[in-house]
């Protein structure tokens, strides 16, 4: 069943981060194409495209999630290690939105390995001509480096399920895609919003309260699960108790009865013994009697 929770998380750490989308990659559709300043959107192309990216995203998180409940399962503590690092995570990606620290650029970087290798694949793309085009465009640059998606794909991979994971990563590209709907329509305008420092500082600090907010619920969690853990040791310990007490009662009812079959075996002997010293039969003597008659 779906964590809603999550779920509402990622599509707000989707929108809120999507700042970074326009900030840094504004007028992506405008480059590919799609949207062309002072020309109609192409709607089909630009929401093909948008979806292809998503379902990249949503594979990720299917990865990243499968990944997380395989962890999840070898490690002691469960999924309270993965949350921590999608905490931390969270918590670098607001630093970085605020402009403050710039760590994930070498997340960035090592993206750009993979990335070397899908770009390739683009170029049969171009230019767009059709939707199903764009659908397979929008796949393709789904995996362009970004520390915004991999500061996501964390928070995925703490869900210890790739269908949740899948989901979560979902819920973000349907945050971001407002961002790069608009993109191409109104970049200039939307940079100059979002390039505003108190709209960048609140939208940072929004993520940072998400960071903030998935670490205190690994710590509860894993006091929670501690707790669980403890009661259900007990629980099989008291269990394991009366299975022993029910054995050993069970085995003094069994030896009651064995020796209350013993003595009223005893007790039948007693009280019908086997003759052994019977009286005999009186023997008949006619035959010296009649002699004894006949002497006289």
């Known amino acids: 069943m779906a964590d809603w929770s999550f779920l509402a998380a990622a599509l707000a750490i989707g929108f809120l981060g999507s700042s970074h989308c326009i900030g840094m990659c504004g007028g992506i559709s405008g480059a590919l194409g799609l949207a062309v300043p002072g020309e109609k959107p192409q709607w089909p192309k630009l929401l093909g495209y948008s979806a292809g990216r998503i379902a990249s995203y949503a594979l990720m998180g299917l990865l990243v999630g499968s990944l997380g409940a395989f962890l999840a399962a070898d490690l002691a503590a469960g999924l309270a290690p993965l949350r921590t690092v ?3 995570m969270l918590i670098a990606m607001a ?12 997340l960035e970087r090592g993206g750009a390995v993979l990335w070397r290798a899908v770009q390739p694949l683009s170029r049969h793309l171009l230019p767009v001509k059709s939707t199903p085009q764009a659908v397979a465009l929008g796949a393709v640059w789904g995996w362009l480096p970004c520390g915004l998606v991999y500061s996501a794909l964390t928070f995925a991979l703490a869900q210890g399920s790739g269908q949740q994971a899948a989901l979560a ?3 973000f590209g349907l945050g971001t895609a407002p961002a790069v709907l608009a993109s191409g329509m109104a970049a200039t305008r939307l940079r100059k919003i979002v390039q505003k420092p108190g709209v960048r500082l609140s939208m940072a600090s929004l993520v940072l309260v998400f960071g903030v907010w998935t670490l ?13 853990s403890h009661s259900a040791r007990s629980a099989q310990e008291a269990h394991s108790g009366h299975d022993q007490h029910a054995t050993h009662s069970g085995a003094e009812t069994r030896e009651e009865s064995s020796t209350h079959v ?8 007693e009280a019908d013994p086997v003759p052994e010293d019977a009286p005999a039969e009186p023997e008949e003597a006619p035959a010296e009697h009649e002699h004894h008659h006949h002497h006289h």
Request: glycine share 16%; charged share 15%; no cysteine.
């Open 169 to 171: 990563m979902i819920a």
């Open 262 to 269: 013993h003595h009223t075996s005893h007790d039948s002997e």
């Open 95 to 106: 630093l970085y939105l605020a402009d403050w620290w710039r760590g994930l650029v070498w």
């Open 86 to 88: 999608a905490g931390v």
């Open 216 to 228: 205190w619920g690994t710590v509860g969690h894993g006091a929670h699960g501690a707790h669980d």
